[in-house]
């Protein structure tokens, strides 16, 4: 059998979290950040929103704070929306 492998770093991005480094996850990033962020020896996560402890909903956290070691927030998010494109009705190319 193969052993697991096992990262001295995990890096993780959330939506939000508070200082006690309980993190919450929307959209695809719930996917695989649960696991990444419990596998690394020192996890390390940026939130687009850093609360104190108490506001989040603690039916809605998906990452405790007992797996990760930093946390900060970071800053200048660009939204990257893709744009829909149609053609005219008129323009029969």
């Not at 962020?37 to 687009?48: H, P, Q, S």
């Not at 850093?50 to 405790?64: A, F, K, M, R, S």
Request: hydrophobic share 35%; with cysteine; glycine share 8%.
């Amino acid at each position: 059998m193969e052993y697991a492998f096992e990262p001295d770093f995990a890096f993780v991005k959330a939506w939000k979290g508070d200082k006690a480094g309980n993190l919450v996850y929307r959209g695809t990033a719930q996917n695989f950040n649960h696991a990444v962020a419990m596998c690394g020896k020192i996890t390390i996560a940026e939130v687009e929103e850093l609360v104190e402890p108490g506001e989040l909903d603690p039916n809605y956290i998906h990452t405790p704070g007992i797996f990760v070691n930093k946390i900060f927030q970071g800053e200048k998010y660009e939204k990257r929306i893709e744009q829909r494109t149609v053609r005219n009705k008129d323009n029969n190319e």
